[in-house]
């Protein structure tokens, strides 16, 4: 399998590149949290000066910390300073898109775009599927996830599970996940319009729904029905 990483110095690049039919490929610098990430992929890596881009072609990965992107296709692209190095400002991922952050995992996805500054992924698909411990969240359009924030925001006939406990359907639901006891939970669900809840026994209608995990108190607001 062949490998590179995120940010890198020019010499180096031309150097690994020349090892493109060798087991491995690895060019290595530090990203803006101090942390390598690292590209892989089966069928090679190409790369685009003009465009100023990398390309992973099949079975693609990306790894950094406890980040990792999976897909058909990876795209990295970079600008270049001052100094003569290049860091990656943006990684695109296409077809088969996996991503997993410790415990938490997105699946189903189609296209996304990782912003490398603001720590921030966008998640396009018909079937996107965010699992976290006992908790799903489900669009069949659009997911957002802030990294640095903990904020998961799925949009397109979204739902969201807590176990077996309930179901919330919504336009747009929002998580505000934590972490805690080396789990990461989900501390509040936020839902926006044509929300419905459905627990065991009861369904509810409304406009606007928060619910808090801690103190298992929901709110609704808006056009209420029981």
């Known amino acids: 399998m062949k490998k590179i990483s995120k940010s890198f110095y020019f010499a180096a690049i031309l150097i690994f590149l020349n090892l493109k039919h060798s087991e491995s490929q690895q060019l290595t610098n530090l990203d803006n949290n101090n942390e390598p990430i ?3 992929a089966d069928n090679g890596i190409e790369w685009h000066k003009n465009k100023n ?9 990306a790894l950094s910390g406890s980040l990792s992107l999976e897909s058909d296709k990876i795209e990295a692209f970079y600008k270049e300073n001052n100094s003569s190095s290049m860091n990656i400002t943006e990684v695109r991922a296409k077809r088969n898109v996996v991503v997993q952050d410790k415990k938490m995992k997105i699946t189903g996805g189609e296209y996304a775009e990782y912003k490398i500054l603001k720590d921030y992924f966008l998640i396009n698909g018909r079937n996107i599927i965010l ?9 069949n359009k659009k997911l957002e996830y802030w990294r640095s924030k903990n904020i ?3 949009t397109g ?7 077996d406990e309930f179901v919330v359907l ?3 639901l929002v998580w505000y996940l934590q972490e805690k006891n080396q789990k990461t939970t989900v501390k509040k669900l936020l ?14 209608f409304s406009d606007q729904a928060i619910y ?13 029905k029981l």
């Open 38 to 40: 690292e590209i892989f």
């Open 53 to 61: 881009k990398y390309v992973a072609l099949g079975n693609a990965k």
């Open 131 to 139: 699992t976290s411990e006992k908790n799903t969240l489900k669009s």
């Open 152 to 154: 998961a925001i799925a």
């Open 157 to 163: 006939k979204a739902k969201a599970k807590k176990d």
């Open 170 to 172: 919504a336009d747009k």
């Open 191 to 204: 839902g926006f319009k044509n929300v419905s809840i459905k627990t065991n026994n009861e369904v509810a």
């Open 212 to 224: 808090n995990n801690e103190t298992e108190i929901c709110k609704l607001s808006g056009n209420v």
